[in-house]
């Protein structure tokens, strides 16, 4: 299965649902598809959908799913490679109204450059979404592993040089 998940922001994220629908309806994705819309005003035609879900059926989605198609937010990254789950993500883009910023593209580079995750930057380009979910099906990723300890550490040291 697979899940895609637009997060909970009061922003839209139709593009990624309309890909996704055109990869279904074209038979590139041909395995079960379920989605959560979050703000979104497109309505999936190929796959099953709902705006929000509780954190049990969030949690039982992800689950379920051997991928997951996700925004470039750092939670929901983390949140799915914790899990070991294959994650391609792509990114909320400021020109289309998804986002504030372009600061997603910049997560979704590092966890990419890292082996965590695949990443489409458009979109639209129906191909490369294609090839890249392909690619995710066998590829092998990097284990997470949290850095959470270090950055605690950095922080102690440098509170403990200027308290001097």
């Known amino acids: ?54 954190r049990e059926e969030f949690a039982a989605a992800e689950s379920k799913a051997d991928i997951i198609i996700t925004h470039g937010g750092t939670g929901a990254i983390i949140g799915a490679v914790k899990k070991g789950k294959k994650v391609v993500a792509v990114p909320r883009l400021a020109r289309y109204g998804e986002h504030v910023d372009d600061h997603q593209l910049q997560l979704i580079e590092q966890f990419s450059e890292s082996n965590l995750i695949s990443s489409v930057e458009h979109c639209e380009d129906l191909c490369a979404f294609r090839q890249v979910l392909q690619e995710a099906k066998t590829k092998d990723y990097a284990a997470y592993q949290s850095n959470t300890r270090e950055y605690l550490d950095s922080i102690s040291k440098f509170i403990g040089n200027t308290n001097r």
């Not at 139709?14 to 309505?43: P, W």
């Open 1 to 54: 299965m697979i899940f895609v998940t637009v997060g909970s922001q009061k922003f839209q994220f139709d593009r990624l649902l309309k890909a996704v629908d055109q990869l279904v309806a074209d038979k590139t994705i041909d395995e079960a598809v379920f989605a959560q819309t979050g703000y979104s005003g497109y309505q999936p035609k190929h796959y099953p959908y709902q705006a929000f879900l509780s």
